[in-house]
């Protein structure tokens, strides 16, 4: 075992032979404490040792198994790929043929899938003989799958050290707040919350591991409010792993009295920009939410608000392990718990990882985001206008969905939107530009906008597998809609 991985592994013996009967696993029925956790992590990892394999793959939901396997992976010092629920059968099958997944463990609706790729089922395991190795660095010991722009999932290949390292930082962060149980509402192979639910078992907690389904939670971002509240109505957790989106729902529900966020002590928010006016109206109400920043290469989280350090509109301070600089222009680069290389790539990571974000540091080192680089924009009045802050602003205030913004060469920026609901009216759509643009200054703000027929998909190829915009695909789609000579059907 690695040094992180000894000192987990010694942790979670540390709680199993204290044995006061703390609950370490809540799935959907099943409670587990932490001795029995150990024992089962146990009795995996001699199963996994028979199997005599390097590579195992989970396809599970959300549960005690999926934890559970999990642990026993890492602790036998194997590699393990986790596929996410909302990937396409061609991505599930193009990162287990490049990965030489060798077992799978997934769940029965995946069936028929894994024949048509090769394996065949025994006991709990699908199995596939590989032949030779995958270009994969010497002591990988988690692969996540990040789809990029490409929609070709890219394989970022990381040590047990470095994921170890961040979850143990993610449970220091969080320490003053004392979370006793955690509730995973993200699906585990989003790395940023096995990370959480890592740092929930080092902390002696209760990780709490609904599937999707008891969740209301489908695929990449489909979600059923009134499920979600009840499962956390029913389960009152102290901590929460959301993205921007839940977040928003949270507040709103909160807002409306349907949410009581008086048992959450520490709500980390991240995986996309956050607006400032959505975390004030969010602290307004209760809630303890702390903006974070991360990226896979990074073994997830390298920036964090917290308890007593905390700046809202900034993503907060570089966590102990990393080192956080900016280039000539703005782009932060981060060293420390650096990704060992792509799978498949034979180059050598830098050591200084170029983000592609732009950003400033205050005087007290909390970080704050300016967008992507690569998104960039130059109105033609010569601005420059990064679209994700402009996106983000627009699709915080609760009527607008999804929002693309562009403004290339053009004197005003058009904005495509698309509502919450399907009876949000034009006016209704307009008064929230209208918010928005309060908070923007001139060259940045929405001058038109366009109502679309039909929201941005992965189905439609408009979106990524992780709910990202294809941006040239976008343009392409509705470049007549952009152009400044057609704008018949905007309004301003």
């Known amino acids: 075992m690695s040094p992180e991985t000894r000192r987990f592994h ?36 001699e199963r996994l040792r028979a199997e005599g394999v390097k590579v195992v793959a989970l396809a599970l939901d959300n549960g005690v198994e999926a934890m559970l396997w999990d642990l026993a992976i890492l602790f036998e010092g194997l590699t393990c790929l986790t596929l996410p629920p909302f990937f396409s059968p061609a991505q599930r099958a193009h990162c287990l043929e490049q990965s030489h997944a060798e077992r799978v463990i997934a769940e029965p609706y995946l069936e028929a899938e894994l024949h048509a790729g090769g394996y065949r089922k025994t006991g709990d395991f699908w199995c596939r003989a590989f032949e030779g190795r ?19 999932p890219k394989g970022v290949c990381l040590s047990a050290d470095s994921v170890l390292r961040v979850a143990r930082e993610l449970q220091q962060a969080s320490h003053t707040s004392d979370p006793r149980h955690h509730l995973a509402l993200l699906p585990l192979a989003i790395l940023l919350e096995n990370l959480g639910c890592y740092a929930a078992l080092y902390a002696g907690a ?29 389960r009152q957790p102290h901590s929460l792993i959301l993205v921007p ?42 809630v303890p939410v702390f903006e974070g920043y991360g990226l896979s290469e990074c073994a997830s989280v390298v920036c ?57 540091f205050d005087e007290d080192g909390f970080l704050y985001l300016k967008g992507r680089k690569k998104h960039q924009f130059v109105t033609s009045y010569g601005r420059n206008v990064n ?11 609760g009527a607008i969905a999804q929002a693309f913004v562009y403004g290339e060469a053009l004197p005003e920026n058009h904005a495509l939107l698309w509502p919450q609901r399907a009876d949000c009216t034009d006016a209704q759509l307009a008064t929230a530009v209208a918010l928005a643009n309060s908070g923007l200054p001139d060259y940045a703000q929405v001058h038109r906008w366009t ?36 704008n018949e059907e905007t309004s301003s």
């Open 134 to 152: 995958p270009s994969m660095p010497l002591g990988t010991a988690k692969v996540t799958f990040t789809s990029g722009t490409t929609g070709t």
């Open 304 to 360: 964090l608000n917290r308890p007593g350090a905390q700046r809202p509109g900034s993503v907060g301070q570089p966590l102990p392990h990393v080192e956080i600089r900016l280039a000539e222009d703005g782009e932060v680069l981060i060293k420390g718990s650096t990704l060992l290389g792509y799978l498949g790539q034979t180059e050598q990571p830098e050591q200084w990882w170029p983000s592609g974000d732009l950003g400033t």
């Open 206 to 234: 209760t990780l709490s591991l609904p599937s999707q389904k008891s969740l209301g939670i489908q695929g990449a971002s489909a979600v059923d409010a009134a499920r979600l509240l009840g499962c956390l109505a029913v």
């Open 10 to 45: 010694a942790v979670l013996r540390g709680y199993a032979e204290r044995n006061d009967g703390t609950v370490a696993l809540w799935g959907d029925t099943l409670k587990m404490d932490y001795t029995a956790l150990f024992a089962e992590v146990t009795y995996r990892q």
């Open 245 to 286: 989106q839940l977040l928003l729902m949270l507040v709103i529900a909160a807002e409306q009295k349907a949410f009581n966020p008086q048992g959450l002590r520490f709500a980390a928010v991240g995986g996309a920009r956050v607006s400032k006016a959505l975390l004030l109206r969010a602290q307004q109400l209760g």
């Open 451 to 486: 109502r679309l027929e039909e929201p941005f998909t992965a189905a439609n190829g408009l979106l990524t597998a992780n709910g990202r915009p294809r941006r040239d695909a976008i343009v392409a789609r509705y470049q007549s809609r952009l152009a400044p000579a057609l």
């Open 387 to 397: 679209p994700d802050w402009v996106e983000a602003e627009l699709t915080q205030g």
